[in-house]
């Protein structure tokens, strides 16, 4: 089975950019561009590893991995941090 990595970003040229490139390497790819859909997804899919973007509309990158953090179904979800 393919690793799951959740990409959250806003840019969307930086969003297909790593989508593109990681799908490429042999990764399923799920995408959010805001903080409420990256929880939901993050619940619902389990991904192996999250690539989150530190800063975005409604609720910022620390936020979502605070949230994460706190969840005993996500809680063990790697997290990088994205910067531009």
Known sequence: ME???LIV???VTLLETLEYNLQKQGY???TASHGRVALQLARQHKPDLILL???MPEID???VCRQLKTDPK???IPIIFLSA
Do not use: A
Request: glycine share 6%; net charge negative; hydrophobic share 20%.
């Open 74 to 76: 996500t809680q063990d």
């Open 28 to 30: 399923r790819v799920l």
């Open 3 to 5: 690793p799951k990595v």
């Open 53 to 55: 973007d530190i800063r």
């Open 61 to 63: 990158g620390y936020e």
């Open 9 to 11: 970003e806003d840019e």
